[in-house]
């Protein structure tokens, strides 16, 4: 990162900035090709790691790419606000953002059942209860993806 001096690095800072997302964005590589998918999530904090989980069909290209690669970047942002420098003839934009690498691990029986319950319906308030379609689940792929920490640049805040 360049502007270290906007570099957060404080594990429960990143937490905060985590739980004020709704939207995580997964890249992965396809060939020469990068491709970009928006997806919700949930996520668990494990000896110090995070690890998020999402949901999806169990067909389709992010569902191809996460079996080919088993690896993928993510970014999640909140906008802050726009300023002007009028003076200065300067704009910037303020926003929290983490980004990262994570593992991907298809889950299956068990742990793909106790991802669904206990972690992804269990984030919002809205799902929490929710009886869904549980026959819809062997048509699921739940995936956990585990944060990768290769250095203390991969959280990044750009903000106030």
């Not at 429960?12 to 997964?26: A, F, Q, S």
């Not at 953002?97 to 992804?120: C, E, F, P, R």
């Not at 319906?121 to 048509?139: C, E, G, I, Q, S």
Request: proline share 1%.
């Amino acid at each position: 990162m360049r502007r270290k001096d906007r570099e957060i690095t404080d594990f429960n800072t990143i937490l905060k900035i985590i739980d004020e997302c709704e939207i995580i964005r997964l890249g992965f590589s396809d060939g020469d090709v990068l491709y970009i998918m928006p997806v919700n999530f949930a996520y668990t904090v494990n000896e110090n790691k995070i690890e998020f989980y999402i949901h999806g069909a169990v067909a389709g290209r992010k569902f191809e790419l996460m079996n080919k690669n088993h690896i993928c970047s993510f970014e999640m942002d909140i906008p802050i606000k726009m300023e002007c420098d009028y003076l200065k003839r300067d704009v910037t934009m303020r926003y929290k953002s983490v980004i990262g690498i994570a593992n991907i691990d298809i889950l299956n029986g068990d742990a793909k059942q106790y991802a669904m319950d206990s972690i992804i319906m269990n984030r919002f308030d809205l799902t929490r209860n929710f009886a869904y379609n549980n026959d819809m689940l062997a048509k699921t792929c739940v995936a956990k993806l585990t944060v990768i920490q290769k250095s203390k640049s991969i959280f990044k805040l750009n903000s106030l």
